[in-house]
């Protein structure tokens, strides 16, 4: 039989041998004298070989035991709950973990949660952890059976007091970040399986790293009525999920957006809008160069909906840009400065390509924007935060040199009663003057060119009440 020397070295363990011994004793007296130390070293070999995970990444919620070394990163607060049929109540404490590879949650129970509170665990420790995993509500989790601090290992993870945007992974708990309000929704009302009513609202937020949807639930979803855009807050014990391919940061009950008064930078990263390709959802910005009445239509449910049509320009290109539901209500005109955030390529009229702002998407006027688009970032938050066009990649340099597209406001010396503007609709009649239609209005175009009817246009002139004076036909 082989000796503990020669076991243990052919164990491939990150495992010291002091350790080991140690551990073979343990196994030796547990066993009140049936096994000796070279079979009690098998054993604990054995053992080690069947639950030990290199990394936290390879570490799956349907193993029964796992042993890794992980460095904490967070330490949570102390909470209690009933047992059922027992008089003492139960303690845990989460820890948030990790290594160079993932993320862990580290559920300390009772005795040792007291200690922890305590303060016998520090934000930097190395443990060497032994537990039963599963797949928690903010992904995985590991229920500790025993945990000791390992001095001896290195874990090149760096603590940071805050997350910033693009730091953000899958299953993360106790987030901390710092972001500027770009957009809000209503709170929205849903059932749950148990029949009692659960309560949620989106908001979207960004810093000099990037951007991300967050979702808050049932007392804490007022907070998106209750903040603006441009407003710099603080979210405070998130934690991430997927959705539809895409991380999003929820706050729960044990959450909280706060607003802080502290400068945030947002530059938004956009794709110049000539290099949009169809069924792509990309992030575009630009200059509003006309918009379209708001339109309602019923859906097939027989609910009501809303849409409107806005033209968004960069220095590379124009695109229709079909602002759904709520985002139909922000009042958007010629001249605004627009970021929109995930919007989907579709098929437009007579194969242009149309982006589509649905639910998941988040619309921003920009600061500096010429229209009465509500508070601007700077303006609703004072010094707290600020938007910024990020440089070339935005598109907006195009009108770096003060010209914009022509509105009643470019020509302070032609004061009619007439303004340049655009429309775009259906031509419903041809001939002198052809008259387009949108879906809510008509409009006659003097045009000389020769348009088919059912062709889509846009005719961009001066216009005077329902006729417009065409200039040029897109």
């Known amino acids: 039989m082989p000796c503990i020397e020669e076991i243990y070295a052919d164990l491939d363990a990150d495992v010291s041998e002091e350790r080991f011994r140690e551990a073979v004793e343990q196994k030796v007296e547990q066993m009140e004298g049936l096994a000796d130390e070279?079979?009690?070293?098998?054993?604990?070999?054995?053992?080690?070989?069947?639950?030990?995970?290199?990394?936290?990444?390879?570490?799956?919620?349907?193993?029964?035991?796992?042993?890794?070394?992980?460095?904490?990163l967070s330490v949570?607060?102390?909470?209690?709950?009933?047992?059922?049929?027992?008089?003492?109540?139960?303690?845990?404490?989460?820890?948030?973990?990790?290594?160079?590879?993932?993320?862990?949650?580290?559920?300390?129970?009772?005795?040792?949660?007291?200690?922890?509170?305590?303060?016998?665990?520090?934000?930097?420790?190395?443990?060497?952890?032994?537990?039963?995993?599963?797949?928690?509500?903010?992904?995985?989790?590991?229920?500790?059976?025993?945990?000791?601090?390992?001095?001896?290992?290195?874990?090149?993870?760096?603590?940071?007091?805050?997350?910033?945007?693009d730091s953000l992974t899958l299953g993360q708990s106790d987030v901390s970040v710092r972001g500027l309000v770009l957009g809000t929704e209503s709170v929205r009302t849903f059932s749950r399986d148990d029949g009692s009513e659960g309560r949620v609202a989106n908001l979207t937020i960004g810093d000099e790293t990037g951007r991300i949807r967050v979702t808050l639930w049932d007392d804490r979803a007022d907070r998106a009525d209750e903040l603006d855009s441009g407003t710099a807050v603080e979210i405070v014990d998130g934690y991430v999920r997927e959705r539809e391919g895409?991380?999003?940061?929820?706050?729960?009950?044990?959450?909280?957006v706060d607003e802080v008064d502290e400068a945030v930078d947002f530059q938004p990263d956009a794709t110049p809008i000539d290099a949009a390709e169809l069924d792509e959802t990309i992030d575009i910005a630009g200059v509003v160069r006309s918009t379209d009445p708001k339109r309602t239509f019923e859906r097939d449910d027989g609910s009501e909906g809303q849409v409107r049509n806005v033209r968004l320009q960069d220095e590379s290109g124009d695109i229709r840009v079909a602002l759904w539901g709520e985002k139909a209500d922000i009042d958007i005109g010629p001249g605004d400065e627009l970021f929109v955030a995930e919007v989907e390529i579709q098929d437009g009229w007579q194969d242009d390509l149309e982006a589509s702002a649905g639910w998941g998407s988040t619309v921003v006027v920009l600061d500096g924007a010429t229209g009465d688009a509500g508070?601007?970032?700077?303006?609703?938050?004072?010094?707290?935060?600020?938007?910024?066009?990020?440089?070339?990649?935005?598109?907006?340099?195009?009108?770096?040199?003060?010209?914009?597209?022509?509105?009643?406001?470019?020509?302070?010396?032609?004061?009619t009663d007439s303004e340049v503007t655009e429309f775009t609709g259906t031509v419903v009649q041809t001939g002198d003057p052809v008259v387009l239609d949108d879906g809510t209005e008509t409009m006659k175009v003097e045009t000389g060119e020769h348009l088919q009817l059912g062709e889509e246009v846009t005719a961009r002139g001066s216009r005077d009440g329902d006729r417009l004076d065409a200039d040029e036909i897109l």
């Not at 030990?52 to 390879?58: A, G, H, K, L, W």
């Not at 895409?246 to 909280?256: P, T």
Request: zero cysteines; glycine letters at 10%.
């Open 375 to 415: 508070p601007s970032p700077t303006e609703s938050g004072g010094d707290a935060g600020a938007v910024s066009d990020g440089g070339d990649s935005t598109g907006l340099d195009a009108f770096a040199d003060g010209e914009r597209p022509e509105t009643e406001d470019t020509d302070e010396d032609s004061q």
């Open 38 to 72: 070279e079979t009690a070293a098998m054993i604990i070999a054995h053992e080690i070989a069947d639950n030990e995970v290199e990394t936290i990444s390879d570490i799956k919620p349907a193993m029964d035991e796992v042993k890794f070394l992980a460095k904490v």
């Open 76 to 165: 949570g607060e102390l909470r209690t709950f009933e047992r059922d049929d027992e008089d003492e109540d139960g303690r845990v404490i989460n820890v948030e973990a990790a290594d160079e590879t993932d993320t862990v949650r580290l559920a300390f129970w009772d005795k040792e949660a007291a200690a922890i509170s305590e303060g016998e665990l520090e934000a930097g420790d190395v443990l060497r952890v032994k537990g039963r995993p599963k797949d928690g509500y903010n992904g995985l989790e590991v229920s500790v059976d025993e945990a000791e601090p390992d001095d001896e290992v290195e874990i090149d993870v760096d603590l940071g007091d805050d997350s910033t945007i």
């Open 246 to 256: 895409s991380l999003e940061l929820h706050v729960g009950d044990r959450g909280a």
